[in-house]
């Protein structure tokens, strides 16, 4: 697990999402300066996170966003909006096609 920003409770707080023991705000930040929302894994030894979004500062306040554009967004979206993933899902589609397969 990576450090936990200082203001994790106070930003967790005031986003959108069910409080859950296992959030944490990452303590670095993106290029942008937004601060990435995990969830630690339920299993100690398996180390592993998952993504939540992006605590977005808004003027005063925070917002969940998008992790590839910084869109609003909600619990549901598990870190993306839709055209996001659905791009990332074509993107997918193209690095895997078979380029034999139009022969």
């Known amino acids: ?3 936990a920003h200082p203001d994790s409770d106070a930003i967790l707080a005031a986003l959108p ?8 705000i990452d303590a ?3 290029e942008t300066g937004h601060l990435l929302i ?3 894994s339920a299993d100690p030894e398996d180390g ?3 993504i939540i979004g992006l605590a977005v500062k ?3 306040g925070w917002y969940l966003g998008c992790i590839t554009c910084k869109q609003e967004i909600e619990e549901a979206d598990s870190g993306m909006c ?3 993933r ?3 899902e074509y993107q997918d589609r193209i690095a895997c096609a078979d380029p034999m397969e139009d022969w």
């Open 58 to 60: 808004d003027g005063d």
């Open 1 to 3: 697990m990576t450090t």
């Open 82 to 84: 839709r055209p996001c």
């Open 38 to 40: 995990l969830e630690a």
């Open 86 to 88: 659905e791009d990332a």
């Open 28 to 30: 670095g930040t993106d």
């Open 48 to 50: 592993s996170e998952g």
């Open 17 to 24: 999402l069910r409080q859950r023991p296992a959030l944490y």
